[in-house]
Structure formats: C-alpha cells, structure tokens
C-alpha cells in the first residue's frame, strides 16, 4: 500500500525557515515525479516545487524560487522542503505527492495536482509576524 507521510510544519515566525519532510512507502516503481503542493482555504491547490527521482530535476513556482529546495534521500525514501526567508503568504497546508513517470526528463512540472495520484495527509505550516 502507497503511503506518503509529511512531516515538519509548525508555526514559525517571519523570516524564519522550516524543513517538511515527506516519507514515502509501497511504491514499487523507483521513476516518481515527488511534488509538494500548498492550498489556503477555498482556493486551489498550488504545485511549489518538484523533482524526479532518477535524474534528481528540480523545478519551482516562482512565488518559492531562489528560497526554498527540494531534495531527496533515496536511501530514506523521503523527499524534503526547505523553506527560507518565510512570509505570512506562506502560511497554508503543505501536502506530498507523487506520480509515476517514465517521461524523459520526468515532466514532473507539467502535471497539475489531479495527475498526481498519490497525496500525503498535509501538514500545516503558519508563518506570523
């Protein structure tokens, strides 16, 4: 059985950083599009990082680029969040998902939340000034 499991969200200040950690388990498949996601209360969930596992691409949106990243332990089956330089609009629930993709490259930033079939519970991340 999948099983994506998040971890790390809190409250933290303004400024601050945090680190979501996202433990995957069951997949059989080892070519997975990883993604985190973020959702505010009645709006659309918003894909903020990728990356593939064999090939390690990365992609970000533009409202975390150039301060957070996305990583993977392959040997803990986890893929990590670092966010920096937190703001209040960082505040929402953070989810994990993931999808199998044998795309070259991965094409892990071209599919949107309803293509990725596997979700994490969320986790609630609160940045206050």
């Known amino acids: 059985r999948v099983q994506l499991v998040e971890s790390g969200g809190g409250a933290v200040q303004v400024g601050g950083s945090l680190r979501l950690s996202c433990e995957a388990s069951g997949f059989t498949a080892s070519s997975l599009c990883m993604a985190w996601f973020r959702q505010l209360p009645g709006k659309e969930r918003e894909r903020i990082a990728t990356?593939?596992?064999?090939?390690?691409?990365?992609w970000y949106a533009e409202s975390v680029k150039g301060r957070s990243t996305i990583s993977q332990d392959n040997g803990k089956n986890t893929v990590y969040l670092r966010l920096n330089e937190l703001v209040p609009e960082d505040t929402a629930t953070y989810y994990c998902?993931?999808?199998?993709?044998?795309?070259?490259?991965?094409?892990?930033?071209?599919?949107?939340?309803?293509?990725?079939?596997?979700w994490g519970q969320g986790t609630q991340v609160t940045v206050s000034s």
């Open positions: 998902a993931a999808r199998i993709s044998t795309m070259d490259g991965g094409w892990c930033d071209r599919f949107d939340s309803s293509q990725y079939f596997f």
């Open positions: 990356i593939y596992t064999v090939t390690s691409d990365q």
